[in-house]
């Protein structure tokens, strides 16, 4: 009897440690408080690290890390600190769980718009797409940013139009091909997808996301209209 309650009670407190020192580099975002968008893994261990000392606890230890990414990017949005951590956390949730597609989706929109780094964005994606390669969110999202970020019109129906060859790709995917194949003004088709991202999306983050972009897209429209008078 005291074999089989030490051989549950010894992994779950290495675990417990384990959890506890993979997600406490977070702690020190206070000192690092309006610095440039950098990350620096010089504080987070890397996902290889987690993974084997996760004692085959990784989607645990995967969703404990993802809700400290949200709140640390919550911290952010309050003005409490910049974001440099952000894509080592992505990075260790989905090296932990690449099966997890919603922090691929959520972390490429946060680096290509909040950290002005398409090329962060677009490898996250790519990397969800290996290890997801049936699912239509991923190369959906692709084809976002080559619009909406680098208004390469061309990849971006490339990627609509593989996406809604995917199984259970629904019609937005379609949708969205046919607005970049019609060409029309790049910030008017901007705002419709934003538009169209918020109403079909279930996830929070992402309606706050839209709401926050199309706000800024739409005085953008109005003061360069004021301008024209």
Same mark, same amino acid.
């Not at 990350?39 to 993802?66: M, R």
């Not at 809700?67 to 990017?73: G, L, P, R």
């Not at 992505?90 to 290509?112: C, E, N, Q, R």
């Not at 109005?222 to 301008?227: A, I, L, N, P, V």
């Given at each position: ?143 976002? &940013?080559?619009?909406?970020? *680098? ?5 971006? $129906?490339?990627?609509?139009? =593989?996406?809604? %060859? +995917?199984?259970?790709?629904?019609? &937005?995917?379609?949708?969205? *091909? ?5 060409? $029309?003004?790049?910030?008017? =088709?901007?705002? %419709? +997808? ?24 739409? %005085? ?10």
């Amino acid at each position: 009897m005291r074999e089989r309650v030490r051989r549950v009670i010894i992994p779950a407190v290495v675990f417990a440690v384990v959890l506890a020192g993979a997600v406490s580099a977070t702690v020190r975002v206070k000192q690092y408080t309006y610095r440039p968008y950098l990350y620096d893994n010089l504080y987070l261990p890397s996902g290889k690290f987690v993974e084997e000392a996760s004692l085959g606890y990784k989607q645990i230890v995967a969703d404990a890390i993802w809700f400290q990414a949200i709140q640390y990017y919550g911290g952010f949005r309050k003005d409490e600190h910049d974001l440099r951590y952000f894509e080592g956390l992505i990075g260790l949730v989905t090296d932990l769980d690449p099966h997890f597609v919603f922090p691929y989706v959520f972390g490429a929109v946060v680096m290509s718009q909040d950290m002005e780094s398409f090329d962060s964005g677009l490898r996250l994606l790519q990397k969800g797409m290996r290890h997801n390669p049936t699912n239509w969110k991923l190369p959906f999202e692709v084809g976002f &940013l080559y619009f909406v970020d *680098a208004g390469n019109h061309d990849m971006a $129906a490339r990627y609509f139009d =593989l996406a809604s %060859r +995917m199984p259970g790709a629904p019609d &937005l995917t379609r949708r969205f *091909a046919a607005f970049v194949y019609s060409r $029309a003004g790049h910030e008017a =088709l901007s705002i %419709r +997808m934003w538009e169209e991202l918020k109403e079909t999306t279930e996830e929070p983050f992402m309606r706050e996301l839209a709401d926050r972009y199309l706000e800024k897209l739409r %005085r953008r429209v109005t003061s360069r209209r004021g301008g024209e008078r």
